[in-house]
Nanobody, 123 residues
Framework: QAQVVESGGGLVPAGGSLRLSCAGSGRTFSRYWMGWFRQAPGKDREFVASINWNGDTIYYTDSVKGRFIISRDNAKNAVYLQMNTLKLEDTALYYC????????????????WGQGTQVTVSS
């Protein structure tokens, strides 16, 4: 049973930066796509970014392109989300998720989900 655990959320002023981390276990981490999703209050969970097994294929939702960077360290079974120039609308519960071997940008592409880490951007 694969597990992922997020960390690194917090309160940050608009324009600031935050780095989220995700630790994976229970499966051969390095084989699979990893992703970040987020859910703001009153809204559906939405795709943020995903990365393939070796990091040479990455997808971002349009609203974070140029501001967020997803990366991974397979030796540490970890994936990261560097968030820069944060905006009020980035406030959400951020979820890390582990997928399969095919490209993933939809919730249905991913199998194992963490509990989420809260990111709150203040004005």
């Amino acid at each position: 049973q694969a597990q992922v655990v997020e960390s690194g959320g917090g309160l940050v002023p608009a324009g600031g930066s935050l780095r989220l981390s995700c630790a994976g276990s229970g499966r051969t981490f390095s084989r699979y796509w990893m992703g970040w999703f987020r859910q703001a209050p009153g809204k559906d969970r939405e795709f943020v970014a995903s990365i393939n097994w070796n990091g040479d294929t990455i997808y971002y939702t349009d609203s974070v392109k140029g501001r967020f960077i997803i990366s991974r360290d397979n030796a540490k079974n970890a994936v990261y989300l560097q968030m820069n120039t944060l905006k009020l609308e980035d406030t959400a519960l951020y979820y890390c998720t582990m997928g399969g071997v095919v490209p993933g940008t939809r919730e249905s592409d991913f199998r194992s989900w963490g509990q989420g880490t809260q990111v709150t951007v203040s004005s």
